[in-house]
């Protein structure tokens, strides 16, 4: 049985031990497998890149983090689009599946990911997705893999900025990952004892959070520590497309909200405002305990998939088991924190102020 693999998307904790598992269980439990590791995700499809992965190649690398096949991010929207030579990617992607004689093809990944292993599958090659990203805001799954390990880092850098801020009677912005989604923003909030959580879900109000801040320092609080997600934004900007929003961010000199927000809360309260961008060192750590035990589970199942033969689905957590879903129901959908969420109810309850 030939099967292709690769990792696509930005890292996350955990492909490794994914593809650890899924190769572990096809070399115990497949007919003759071979398995083609493809470099940089889809890019070695395309390019017909990959090397051959044997029973043992991912036998060390459980707790590593990153990916050793390598990812590069290729976007689904140019997928169908012909190149000069009139032939698109997709186009590449079945002749080289084909040509290789794959029997399938498991792809780790995010939402792109899985949107161009939808159309992949819609082409007639037999595609598994699994789902990584930090984000955790893939449809149809409660977790992601990497996401628990990422929530743990974000967590543990909001909870050290307490002792700082204390010391200094400062209000310290934390900028943590998350354009669409703010999963990973509420959990570190909540987790890491935060006073407000500015999420892309909730656009806030930029006086309304100053405001906030003053009353805190009137009411004798010395500090203040602030998640804000990478994606966040004012309720203004939310009535604009995106790009309009980015076009114009860029004119007026800053990217994300951040920094924008410390300054407004300096002028509002007179206290000093310092940002923190913890950025990809919730990408690139060790798969903790957690995931390692999820991505081994979820690498395993993959692997039962294609025993049986199922394919056009991608793996999920559901009610707290292992099942899967089809990939035409959850590509190009995404997972929002609503405003129903259990741990948003919980964190505005216990007095995080959301900004909104
Ligand atoms: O998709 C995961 C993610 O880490 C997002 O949270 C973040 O916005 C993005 O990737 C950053 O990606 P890049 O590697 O392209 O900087």
Request: one cysteine or more; a neutral charge.
């Amino acid at each position: 049985m030939k099967i292709g693999l690769l990792t696509s998307g930005g890292d996350c904790p955990g492909l490794n031990a994914v593809m650890r598992a899924f190769t572990r269980f096809a070399f115990l439990n497949l007919p003759r497998p071979e398995i083609l590791g493809f470099k940089d995700g889809y890019t070695g499809l395309i390019e017909n890149n990959f090397v051959p992965v044997g029973e043992h190649f991912f036998d060390d690398l459980l707790y590593t983090g990153g990916t050793v096949l390598g990812s590069i991010r290729q976007p689904f929207k140019n997928m169908a689009d012909p190149a000069e030579d009139g032939v698109s990617k997709l186009d590449k992607m079945v002749e080289n599946y084909r040509r290789l004689g794959l029997d399938c093809l498991v792809t780790l990944g995010g939402a792109g990911t899985h949107k161009t292993a939808a159309m992949l599958s819609a082409e007639g090659c037999n595609v598994i997705g699994l789902p990584k990203t930090i984000d955790n805001d893939i449809w149809g799954t409660e977790f992601t893999f990497g996401f628990d390990t990422a929530a743990e880092v974000a967590a543990k850098c909001v909870r050290e900025m307490h002792a700082t801020a204390y010391s200094h009677g400062r209000t310290i912005l934390v900028e943590v990952m998350g354009n669409k989604t703010g999963w990973l923003s509420l959990y570190a909030a909540v987790a890491g004892g935060a006073h407000a959580c500015i999420l892309p879900e909730f656009p806030y109000d930029e006086a309304a959070l100053a405001e906030y801040i003053a009353r805190r320092r009137e009411n004798g609080a010395r500090y203040d520590v602030i998640v804000v997600a990478e994606g966040a934004m004012t309720k203004e900007e939310s009535t604009w497309k995106r790009k309009e929003m980015l076009l114009r961010r860029k004119e007026l000199g800053y990217s994300t909200a951040t920094a924008r927000i410390a300054r407004a809360i300096e002028n509002r309260t007179g206290a000093e405002a310092r940002v923190q961008v913890i950025g990809y060192l919730q990408r690139g750590a060790e798969p903790n305990a957690h995931d390692r035990a999820l991505c081994t589970m979820m690498g395993a199942y993959a692997g039962e998939l294609v025993r049986e033969g199922r394919f056009g689905v991608t793996v999920a957590v559901e009610g707290g088991r292992i099942t899967y879903n089809p990939l035409s129901d959850i590509a190009g959908r995404t997972k929002f924190i609503t405003p129903e969420n259990p741990m948003y109810l919980a964190a505005k309850s216990t007095g995080i102020y959301f900004g909104d």
